[in-house]
């Protein structure tokens, strides 16, 4: 099956100001791909370059197969959109916005506008200029999804949303990825991104560095470690584990990092009483920086 969405050395330049550089990705149908980097790393720009919203330097992009400058009327009716900057006319309702929108998509009807609106917790009858910045980005969210699109381009999606508007946009998603859909989501929150992607991409200063799937990065990063035993115990077998790094002792309480499998450190602590033991997964972010430090040590 061909990538829904297909890059290669895409290249925005602003003059002499860097936008994105020799960009070449691939996302599959029915993935949803995280696409990180810090407030300027390029992520507004690849987008925005990728939906022909503004001409490529150079290189190609094509979505659903389709060329995205000479096919992106046709890219653009199979697809939602969430830009980061969303803005709508202060006087406008949401619900008139969305009306709006359905005739632009030669669409009868709101398709699962209100339904949408139910699960966010969104007033559709207020106008844009009386609602606070998270209300403003429900409707967002709700223009991109209401028409059940194959594929999602959300640039910072959940930005000015409440915790609990966050898990049911998250679900919302997973929902989306079980029909079939496809996801693009540029976001700088990690956590955000670990919790529903399949494969996250890192930019950087404009240039794609690196393209990793979850689980692996997880299989390959690290563990942190801390057990406080019921009395001091000698840990020398612990040192001697293959993966164990950073053993610390203090009294009764050891920590340590651990990478790989965990049966050896299991069966090594088990030897002794445990008063506690506390096991923390990396976040994404400490994924990344393991991932960037082994490179740089080959």
């Known amino acids: 099956m061909a990538p829904v969405i297909e890059t290669e050395s895409l290249t925005k330049s602003y003059g002499a100001v860097r936008g994105i550089e020799d960009v070449t990705m691939s996302v599959a149908a029915g993935e949803v791909f995280g696409f990180l980097g810090p407030n300027g790393a390029g992520k507004t720009t690849m987008i925005r370059t990728l939906l022909d919203l503004q001409r490529a330097t150079s290189g190609t992009a094509r979505v659903f197969g389709l060329d995205s400058r000479r096919d992106s009327l046709a890219i653009r009716a199979r697809l939602g959109n969430l830009p980061g900057d969303f803005t709508m006319d ?60 194959e594929l999602l381009v959300l640039d910072e999606p959940t930005s000015g949303l409440d915790p609990l508007m966050q898990e ?18 540029s976001s700088h929150d990690l956590d955000e991104v670990q919790r529903i992607c399949d494969r996250v991409a890192i930019i950087r200063e404009g240039r794609l560095v690196a393209v990793e799937d979850v689980a692996q990065m997880r299989r390959r990063s690290y563990h942190r470690v801390a057990i ?4 001091p115990v000698d840990t020398s077998d612990l040192a001697q584990i293959p993966g164990v790094t950073d053993l610390r002792i203090d009294g009764r309480r050891v920590t340590f990092h651990v990478r790989g499998d965990l049966d050896a450190v299991v069966k090594a602590v ?26 740089e040590t080959v």
Request: proline share 3%.
């Open 270 to 295: 088990a030897r002794h009483t445990i008063a506690d033991m506390e096991l923390v997964e990396p976040t994404l972010e400490e994924m990344f920086l393991t991932y960037y430090a082994d490179r």
């Open 168 to 185: 049911e946009f998250l679900t919302l998603l997973g929902e989306h990825r079980d029909r079939g859909g496809t996801i693009f989501l």
């Open 90 to 149: 202060s006087k406008l309702s949401g619900h008139e916005l969305l009306d709006y929108c359905a005739s632009v998509r030669r669409i009868d009807g709101l398709g699962t506008a209100h339904r949408l609106a139910e699960r966010f917790d969104a007033n559709l009858e207020r106008p844009a200029g009386t609602l606070s910045k998270g209300n403003r980005q429900k409707i967002g969210l709700i223009q991109a999804l209401f028409h059940e699109p």
């Open 228 to 231: 406080e035993f019921a009395e």
